[in-house]
């Protein structure tokens, strides 16, 4: 499962580029939220549409197929770095010290390798929906209204590159923590326990207060 994370930020090149990268994966998740927002709105409208005027949004399915990318991929990579996507923690919770970083870091390298798979294989799938001399650069496009396709494909190899980036950070800070055997290493994800969770929630009550 996943649990509450605190990333450590110093003044070491690790951290400083952690920040750096975090500002792009807040801007591309802040794009991930208002896409949600707009597919609400479009619901709102092709619904009054419907009722009132009998005429819903024309194209309705084809712009939510549109928006998925932008939802599903843009934020990965910012819950990555704050340890928020599945995992089980039943072994790790009982790990510490290099043991700990050791398994932390054979996860990452692992999600890495399939990452950069993904990569590829979706470049090569906005590859084959790119062209230059069709209309509108497409080979392809939606249905109902004739939306091309390939902005929504080249979402996916762009936040999956995000993401790689974000994950090699995290092999640089495991690997260092293991090597020197860093009790709390910055720019990677500590996994709270129960009573720093409840630490940490009571402390965000009482700002706002």
Request: with cysteine; net charge negative; hydrophobic share 55%.
């Amino acid at each position: 499962m996943a649990g509450q994370a605190t990333v450590l930020v110093d003044g070491s090149r690790l951290s400083q580029l952690d920040q750096r990268l975090l500002v792009l994966e807040r801007f591309l998740a802040l794009i991930s939220g208002l896409a949600v927002f707009s597919l609400m709105v479009l619901a709102v409208v092709s619904v009054s549409g419907r009722n009132a005027l009998n005429a819903p949004l024309p194209g309705y399915v084809d712009w939510i197929e549109q928006a998925m990318p932008l939802i599903a991929f843009l934020g990965i990579s910012y819950v990555q770095r704050d340890g928020g996507h599945i995992r089980m923690d039943i072994v790790i919770s009982r790990l510490h010290g290099r043991a700990l970083w050791l398994f932390e870091l054979l996860s990452v390298v692992l999600i890495l390798i399939l990452m950069l798979a993904l990569v590829w294989g979706s470049w090569s799938h906005f590859d084959r929906s790119f062209d230059f001399g069709a209309p509108m650069w497409s080979r392809d496009s939606s249905i109902d209204i004739g939306i091309p396709l390939w902005p929504a494909k080249l979402l996916a190899p762009v936040a999956f590159s995000v993401l790689c980036l974000r994950l090699a950070l995290q092999v640089w800070g495991y690997g260092r923590a293991f090597w020197l055997g860093l009790d709390a290493p910055a720019a990677v994800p500590l996994i709270q326990d129960t009573a720093a969770q409840a630490a940490a929630e009571a402390e965000q009550f009482e700002g706002q207060d």
